[in-house]
DNA sequence: TAGATTGTTAATCGATTAACAATC
DNA sequence: TAGATTGTTAATCGATTAACAATC
């Protein structure tokens, strides 16, 4: 219903908001305003009346946002009323500190699996899971209805695992291989490539 | 000289087209053009010829781009022509995959020193590098002119290391915490939350 | 030369901001 | 009521794309 036309970029500042929300809902605050929000993330009033309006109307005039009533409406909008399983493949460095990273349980992720393709490390437990074999992946992920992949797998081998995770049903993939995925066009990714924030910041370093 | 005024989103592409071309420059290619690179980036050629054009004119017409030499320009260009020393401040799961990854290297960044704050950590080795007290980070870092950081700390300490790190000289950090961070104006920030990411695309899932 | 592709200008498109009536 | 702040419209700003002369 005049739905599928919001801005990806007007999605993708929804996170922040409800991250600022909830920050403030933990400090105790119970009420908000467009401004003390945008405040709070070098974003301007409007823009966040405007990325909010999008989806409905959530205000009070006069009086603002109610913190708790605003982030529940936001988790709605963005599919965060239930927690995702979400599967790790690779279990070198940058899979042990995801899977056991303590940030995903309370904003709607839970890992369920870990798989490498290394002998050496099937069997082993990574924090707290045992690790898959790569060859288990497409019966596994596909019977659990997994949808959600984190790829930290070297970028010669991140491709191929693309494949097989996209065959068996996952439609959102966030990737640690600094190098594009092509993907159909129903399946999402984003990209985590620390090296491109630090290039492009040393461009305003002397 | 005309120079700072390149819209900073345009900066932040380089290192996207760095990064294909020195894929391209692996594979033993020599020559692209704007178009291929475009399809390889899923960018539009004329955004990649007007981008580098706010450089210099990096190519020739009828052939394309050289690809060693426009890498070697926009290395340039990032200021990416040396190798930065970073240091990462937390030795959790998140600083120690920082600390080991073996891909920032032949990137242009050169992890120097880890910190941390907890005595069971300081002194022992993690990544390689013996763990220093975040006690010592101001003068260690002042000392030896570190101009960049990676953030790897939990969000309650984040601001107050930032405000260390800055203090010490840092003038650009990669931060891992969940939060916003205050820092002067010539200070850059870029940010990396693995949860963001996820939940722009849970967006999209049912 | 003919074909290809650049660098650049002008046109289009989309995103942000300013402003304000509505209203709590 | 008076003050504050929303949701929304219109104005502005900036980024992307299309088109093409220049030229390798």
Redesign the pocket.
């Known amino acids: 219903m005049g739905n599928e036309m919001i801005?990806?970029?007007?999605v993708g500042?929804l996170p922040l908001y409800l991250r600022t929300l909830q920050l403030m809902s933990a400090e105790g605050r119970q009420v908000?305003?467009?401004?003390?929000?945008g405040e709070r993330l070098g974003?301007?009033?409007?823009?966040i009346?405007?990325?909010?309006?999008q989806f409905?109307?959530?205000?009070?005039?006069?009086?603002?946002?109610h913190i708790d009533y605003l982030a529940n409406q936001i988790k709605k909008i963005l599919h965060l009323n239930k927690s995702w399983d979400v599967v790790v493949v690779g279990a070198g460095d940058v899979g042990h500190a995801l899977s056991r990273y303590q940030g995903f349980s309370n904003r709607g992720f839970t890992v369920s699996m870990v798989f490498d393709n290394d002998p050496a490390k099937i069997g082993q437990k990574v924090g707290g899971f045992i690790v898959e074999s790569i060859a288990e992946l497409p019966e596994l992920v596909e019977k659990a209805q997994i949808k959600v992949a984190m790829l930290a797998v070297p970028a010669a081998q991140a491709q191929q695992v693309t494949d097989m995770l996209v065959k068996a049903g996952v439609k959102a993939i966030l990737n640690y291989a600094p190098i594009n995925l092509l993907v159909p066009q129903d399946v999402k990714v984003q990209y985590i490539d620390p090296v491109l924030h630090l290039q492009r910041m040393s461009y305003y370093l002397e």
Do not use: C, H, N
Request: proline share 3%.
């Open positions: 801005p990806d970029i007007v500042r908000t305003s467009s401004q003390e929000l974003i301007s009033a409007a823009q009346r405007k990325d909010l309006s409905g109307e959530f205000g009070k005039q006069g009086t603002g946002y």
